[in-house]
């Protein structure tokens, strides 16, 4: 990785990139806090990141109820896990992740146990296994990636992108964060006449997504006001906004998308770590599990997924954050990545299904969080929430939601740094742009992105300018998306 110039008495990561690619003046810590994270380093403050790891809490906090709803939903030999130790497994997991992502890595990034791991690991590896096998297949994938960060593979790959498919990176998780957003609201919907649609039946329907809608609107309002915390006030004012129209209305439950902004009994509850270290680490290769070219797939596919969904938000939201130089590297990249291998590996070892970098980081980004120090008050509450998990479900999905859509909406301003009048590279960066929220995968929007433009490149004559490393990614990428066809030839169901 290319080093950034620094100043004389300062380290690579004490400077703040610019897309100059030149370093500015670095403001003198005010304690030993500050020196640590490089809060004033980066242009920040204790007040914004503070606020930047509230937001991000806030915009995630459904998958303290999302992850237990996934996998214990999934049905091995009649055994579904417990709720309560899923609830357990998944703030405790996110809390370390995170924690660790903050204080060791020192980037605004919150983990925790990802939804498309998860979904893959119950709809495909938990009818042909036990959980215990399961959540070993979660440690080897984890411990795999790992394996590419210590090699320097991984970092080697980020910085080999080229540098307008990362801006089409940034932009395009933006546009999938939006649709996340809108999609949980029930401001978008899909399964009508039409593929999406306007709510439920072409039209808005209910008191939660007037919630989405009022929150959004007082976000952005506070945006263009210029209010600090703009993002973290508007969803707890769209909270209180809710729990008030809950009470008055009386809508049913069914109505919110995960529960209705209500406590119920008492705020505190006790941990259970039943799950925990219930792993079966080869099982699954053997014949009481899936066997080894299943299990062999099933991991595959489970790197895939980790590897690139981590690495697209790392590069979206370094970029947003200002944390990236004029060729779209991170200063201290390799930490973070090694944190974010780490992840798969804890999740699995606490129950929880694989730890993977999250998309909402973004939103403590929009609300000024530039340090690790974002990312250990993100932990910290995840932490607290282990004797407090029912707290977590007050904010209604509704709320969070609006928040996402906002950060996507930022996430556009990537879109001046592309050059659409080259179509080497507006090609590429459409593909990448578009086919992340029209697939729902992170992974198919960078996948069409780099075959696009290694394959452009060579039927200009160019096929030497892309690199060895985007040959590499091109030849996975198409086995990726060949998988079923491949799973077929070689017999695996």
């Not at 600090?228 to 009386?250: D, E, H, W």
Request: charged fraction near 10%.
């Amino acid at each position: 990785m290319t080093r950034i110039p620094t100043e004389p008495g300062t380290t690579e990561e004490e400077q703040i990139p610019h897309q100059s690619g030149g370093p500015s003046p670095v403001p003198a810590p005010k304690n030993a806090l500050d020196a640590y994270f490089k809060i004033s380093a980066r242009g920040s403050t204790f007040g914004s990141e503070i606020r930047g790891g509230l937001t991000t809490f806030m915009a995630m906090a459904y998958i303290i109820l999302l992850n237990p709803l996934i996998l214990s939903g999934a049905d091995v030999t009649g055994h579904h896990l417990n709720h309560a130790q899923l609830t357990t497994a998944t703030a405790l997991a996110a809390a370390v992740t995170t924690l660790l992502m903050g204080i060791v890595g020192n980037v605004p990034l919150a983990v925790a146990a990802g939804l498309s791991v998860s979904g893959a690991v119950s709809a495909l590896v938990v009818p042909h296994t036990t959980w215990p096998q399961a959540f070993g297949l979660c440690v080897i994938y984890g411990l795999l990636i790992v394996l590419l960060v210590v090699s320097g593979l991984r970092e080697k790959i980020m910085n080999g992108i080229p540098l307008p498919l990362k801006h089409a990176i940034t932009i395009g998780i933006g546009l999938f964060v939006a649709l996340i957003g809108l999609h949980k609201a029930g401001f978008v919907m899909s399964g009508g006449p039409t593929l999406v649609s306007l709510g439920p039946e072409g039209e808005l329907t209910g008191w939660p997504v007037v919630c989405f809608a009022v929150t959004l609107l007082a976000i952005f309002v506070l945006l263009a006001r210029n209010v600090r915390g703009a993002i973290l006030i508007g969803i707890a004012s769209g909270t209180v906004f809710a729990v008030i129209v809950n009470a008055i209305a009386k809508i049913p439950g069914k109505d919110w998308g995960s529960s209705a902004p209500t406590l119920h009994g008492s705020p505190v509850a006790a941990p259970d770590f039943g799950l925990f270290g219930h792993v079966d680490l080869f099982g699954a290769f053997s014949g009481k599990g899936m066997g080894a070219i299943s299990a062999s797939v099933a991991v595959f596919t489970l790197v895939l997924a980790g590897f690139f969904d981590a690495m697209a938000t790392i590069i979206g939201v370094g970029t947003e954050a200002g944390l990236a130089d004029s060729q779209g590297r991170m200063p201290g990249l390799s930490k973070a990545l090694f944190i974010d291998g780490s992840g798969g590996a804890i999740g699995g070892l606490v129950g929880a299904s694989g730890q993977t970098v999250f998309v909402e980081s973004a939103t403590g980004v929009g609300d000024g969080a530039r340090t690790g120090f974002a990312s250990a008050i993100t932990g910290g509450m995840f932490a607290l929430m282990l004797f407090f998990s029912p707290l977590a479900a007050i904010v209604p999905v509704e709320v969070a939601s609006a928040a996402l859509v906002v950060i996507g909406s930022m996430m556009m301003s990537q879109a001046r740094h592309i050059d659409w009048g080259d179509r080497e590279v507006a090609i590429p960066a459409f593909l990448t742009c578009t086919l992340m929220p029209f697939t729902y995968s992170i992974t198919a929007g960078v996948a069409a992105g780099v075959i696009s433009y290694t394959v452009i490149k060579a039927g200009k004559g160019k096929w030497r300018e892309p690199g060895p490393l985007m040959w590499i990614l091109t030849a996975v990428f198409v086995v990726y998306f060949a998988l079923t066809p491949i799973k077929e030839w070689l017999g695996v169901h």
